[in-house]
């Protein structure tokens, strides 16, 4: 199965880019452990855990919005059968980022909910927020102990 995949990584006959092979179609280290599973469960396998991973979805009323955009409201969430496995090189990388901008977050939030400067000084316009259904009036000024406000990041 692996195998065939790494022959044909080819889109509109142009080589992209996947993560899971090298440039010389070889499985990279940090995908071995999970190609060799999936070689092993078969693409009939793995279609029938898709298939109720789908419907799991379906039935419990997973989906996102994509705000401004008409057709955006309660899109089916897709969740892909094959996570995306990162070296750990990589990972620091994004680790990073991801601290950073959960950090930064929890700033504004704070803020939002508290002295609100970034309204008072202009960057951030007042009626982002509060003509914004997601801003709730009833916790304006409650504070969570300590300094972390943002309890839930994705």
């Known amino acids: 199965m692996i195998e065939s995949y790494l022959v044909d990584r ?3 006959n142009e080589p992209f880019l996947d993560e899971l092979a090298t440039p010389e179609n070889k499985v990279s280290s940090q995908w071995q452990k999970l190609a060799m599973y999936y070689d092993r469960l078969g693409p009939e396998k793995l279609g029938q855990y898709h298939e109720e991973v789908s419907r799991q979805l379906r039935e419990n009323g997973v989906t996102y919005n994509i705000y401004g955009d ?3 409201m309660n899109r089916p969430w897709m969740l892909d059968p094959v996570p995306m496995i990162f070296s750990g090189q990589d990972w620091a990388i994004i680790e990073k980022g991801l601290i950073q901008r959960a950090e930064l977050l929890n700033l504004i ?5 508290g002295s609100r400067t970034l309204i008072k000084d202009g960057f951030i316009p007042f ?7 997601g801003f709730l009036r009833q916790v304006d000024k409650i504070k969570l102990d300590g300094e972390q406000q943002l309890i839930q990041y994705a």
């Open 10 to 12: 080819m889109f509109n």
């Open 70 to 72: 008409p057709d955006g």
């Open 109 to 113: 939030l704070s803020d939002i909910y």
């Open 127 to 133: 009626e982002l927020v509060y003509n914004h259904k």
